[in-house]
Every structure is written in structure tokens, then in C-alpha cells.
């Protein structure tokens, strides 16, 4: 992508006209994942436009019936094919790199088939590092750029978890990760609605992943049909605000399609490619700023940012800086998502700690995603949610818990030997 495409492609995003999705498909993965990021900054955009752009997550190009049996065919171990049988030609789902097919197995039992579409690595690669030289020009005229909206640090946070979904086999390996935290903390959390599904190593690899079917539709289409319960939403909620809050490791990617619900109501992630990790002193400092939040001790609040930050203010800096967040803040109380969007108040925090003075870890972005996601989620299934007040409840429990030695001994640790999972921190784990 050259500075005439990323033109091109901010045009067709900030336009009069909704975005013209094929338009930005035919421009590559960069162009894809940057519009997908895109379609979380509801701080930046229109909340109808963010929508549509969302559209990316779950309506992507397919590929060639005939083009399947070719990947298999070159992808696959000899005896493949003798073990996984009747492969769909037509896919039951197509992301931006992936796409999955129905299947069964020689024994007779369902799977699902994912196939990465083709080798999109050089391309992107080299799109990437155009990109980033533009960025560094930008931010060599205009510094500020860089504490404020960080885009060299989006840029890297997008290169990193694409890297990792063009290899399947981090899939398994952040699965096993997540698992790993859940069945060691069973005893001290309730996270039996929290399921995984079956990945198949010995059929999987690079470019093919083989898994279990999973029964049941994920959020994004049960909230396209308005059939997803809010009940359901706040357990997702709690499971996550757990990983992130209790383990400091998560899911790191966890829009609506990644996350399917079961017949009998347990929640399953999927796509676990991505994995994010966070240092204790984001974790604790911003759980305790989200504990203060949901009883709109706004004080409370300014005082527990300024302690998350690494470089914190003090004196006269510090009293200018709480005054413009109760100011930002006057607004809040009792507000509905609708009203009032947890996204954009993060985002407009973040700008208003920077712009006073304060200094953040890195590692923040991969929460505020999260929080982009899970915001914008509420937003399509009760607008009318209180949000921090229906939230009350999960960070009680949490606060119990994250309060004890497991704020301390648990984090980055888990993070293991995987193959390259990728974490916030800008590192990638070495197999």
C-alpha cells in the first residue's frame, strides 16, 4: 500500500457515502484490517458507519469451489483426506484470511475445515512497511501524534496478530492458554459457562486447521437477528473481565464472530490466534479505576488513572487534570450505552491523561479493543443498558479475587512457549 492507497482507502472510510466494502477487499489485507480497525473507533466515526464496517468481520470474499481441493491438496499430510471426508465446497463462513468449511471425520463425526485462502504474507509485509514509513514521516512533523493516537503502535498491533492468523497453528496454541487459565482457576472462579471446542492437531497445520463443529450460532449473528440475550452478554463480560483483569492474559481479538453460543447456553471462544497480555500495574491500575466508575466516584477515578500511568503528574498539573475529568465525567452517571458510549469516554480519558502529562504503557490498546468490542455489542443488543451499573455485580466478584496472590502470580507467565502468539507488549513469544 502506497501514500496514494492509504489516501484512497481514508477517503473511502471518511466519505459522505457509506464505505464501499468490495472496494476496500480489492485493495488487499492491509487495507482489510486497518478498515476493520476502523470499524471499532466510534470515538472517530459515526456509529453507522462503524456498523458498517463491521460487515469486514463476517462478509468476506470467497474463494473458488475448484480452489479448495488446490490449498488442500497442497497443504495437507499424505493420508488426509483418507481421514477427514466430504468436505464442503461451499463455506459456512470467509474472513479476511480464513475461510471454513463443514466436514466429517473417516469415524463419522462432524468438523469443521479452515483454510487460509492464499499466501498473503509478502504482500502485506510489504504494505506494512510502506505504511510505516508514511507514519514515521507523519510523526516526525507532528510528535504529539504518536502519544495521542499511537499509530505506529496500532500499525504494529495489526501486523502482529495478522502474522499469527496467517499460521493456523497459533490457533492451537492459544487455546491452550486460555484453557490452561480456566482449568487452574476453577475452584477460584465460576467460569463453568466457558467452553472450548476440539482442535485436532494431528490433522492440522500451517495453512489447515481441523476442529470439532461446534453447535450453536455466534453473538454476531444471533445480535443481527436481535435473538442474543442480555443475560448472555453480561456473562461474556465476566468471563473476560476474569482473563483480563484476573490473569492479565485474554483473548485478543474477541469481536462477535469469534464468540459461538451453545444450545445449552455455555459460551465457546474460537479463533484464539491472538492472544494479549497486559503487566500487573495496567491490570490492577485499571480495574480499579473500572471499580470506581461503576459507583461514579469519579475522584476516585482521576486518582486511580494518574496511579496506572507510567509516568504520572502531581501538584497544579495534576488539579488541571482532575477538573477537565470531572468535566468529561458530568455527563455520565446513569447514562445508557446509547447515551453515553464507554468506548469514546475511554478513548477521550486516555487523550485527556496524555494531553495533562501522564504516559501509558503500550499495552493499553489491546483492552481499549476489547472494550470497543464488547461496547459496541451491548449497543446492538440493549442500547438502553446501563452498562457500569448492570456490570456491579461481576466486579464485586472480581474485586474479591483480584485483590488476593493471584493479581500477583499470575500474568505473562502463561503465556509459555507457544509458536508466536501474539501479545501487546510488541514481542512475540519464540517456539
Known amino acids: 500500500m502506497n501514500v496514494l492507497g492509504f489516501i484512497d482507502l481514508m477517503r473511502t472510510i471518511y466519505g459522505r457515502k457509506l464505505p464501499d466494502i468490495e472496494r476496500i477487499q480489492s485493495k488487499g489485507l492491509l487495507a482489510i484490517k486497518i478498515a476493520q480497525h476502523y470499524a471499532l473507533r466510534i470515538d472517530f466515526l459515526d456509529e453507522r458507519v462503524c456498523r458498517h464496517l463491521a460487515r469486514l ?76 514509513r508514511m507514519l514515521r514521516a507523519a510523526i516526525w512533523v507532528y510528535p504529539k501524534l504518536r502519544k495521542v493516537f499511537d499509530p505506529t503502535g496500532i500499525l504494529d498491533h495489526i ?41 485436532h492437531e494431528d490433522l492440522s497445520g500451517e495453512n489447515v486447521l481441523v476442529s470439532e463443529f461446534v453447535e450453536g450460532e455466534t453473538f454476531d449473528d444471533l445480535l443481527e437477528r436481535g435473538a442474543l440475550p442480555y443475560e448472555r452478554m453480561l456473562q461474556l463480560f465476566d468471563l473476560h473481565g476474569f482473563y483480563v483483569f484476573g490473569a492479565g492474559v485474554f483473548h485478543g481479538d474477541i469481536h462477535p464472530g469469534n464468540i459461538m453460543l451453545e444450545p445449552d447456553g455455555r459460551i465457546c471462544l474460537v479463533d484464539t490466534s491472538a ?32 496511579e496506572m500511568a507510567r509516568k504520572p503528574i502531581a501538584g497544579a498539573g495534576y488539579e488541571r487534570f482532575r477538573e477537565r475529568f470531572l468535566v468529561l465525567y458530568r455527563d455520565f452517571a446513569g447514562k445508557s450505552v446509547s447515551d453515553v458510549s464507554l468506548t469514546k ?48 455485580p461481576f466486579i464485586g466478584r472480581l474485586a474479591a479475587l483480584i485483590e488476593g496472590p493471584l493479581a500477583e502470580t499470575q500474568g505473562p507467565r502463561w503465556l509459555g512457549s507457544g509458536a508466536g502468539v501474539a501479545q501487546s507488549n510488541g514481542e512475540r513469544s519464540k517456539g
Not at 68 to 82: K, M, N, T
Not at 162 to 181: P, S
Not at 275 to 303: E, H
Open 57 to 132: 468481520y463476517r462478509h468476506n470474499l470467497t474463494l473458488p469451489a475448484e480452489r479448495i481441493d488446490e490449498l488442500l491438496a497442497r497443504s495437507v499430510a499424505p493420508g488426509w483426506r483418507e481421514r477427514v471426508r466430504d468436505v464442503e465446497r461451499t463455506p459456512l463462513a470467509s474472513a479476511s484470511v480464513g475461510q471454513v468449511h463443514r466436514a466429517r471425520l473417516a469415524g463419522g463425526g462432524p468438523v469443521v475445515v479452515k483454510v487460509i485462502k492464499r499466501d498473503f504474507k509478502a504482500a502485506f509485509l510489504k504494505d506494512i512497511a510502506s505504511l510505516r
Open 275 to 306: 492472544i494479549s497480555a497486559i503487566g500487573t500495574r495496567v491490570k490492577n491500575g485499571l480495574f480499579r479505576f473500572f471499580v470506581a466508575l461503576s459507583a461514579y466516584d469519579f475522584d476516585d477515578c482521576a486518582r486511580r488513572l494518574n
Open 345 to 392: 469516554k475511554m478513548m477521550d480519558t486516555i487523550k485527556l491523561g496524555v494531553h495533562s502529562g501522564m504516559e501509558f504503557e503500550r499495552g493499553m490498546f489491546s483492552i481499549i479493543k476489547s472494550l470497543m468490542y464488547l461496547d459496541g455489542m451491548v449497543l446492538r443488543c440493549k442500547p438502553a443498558a446501563v452498562l457500569m451499573e448492570d456490570m456491579r
Open 159 to 199: 501486523e502482529e496478530y495478522t502474522l499469527n492468523e496467517l499460521d493456523l497453528r497459533n490457533e492451537i496454541e492459544g487455546q491452550r492458554i486460555l484453557r490452561g487459565i480456566r482449568d487452574e482457576n476453577a475452584g477460584r472462579y465460576d467460569l463453568e459457562r466457558l467452553r472450548f471446542h476440539r482442535l
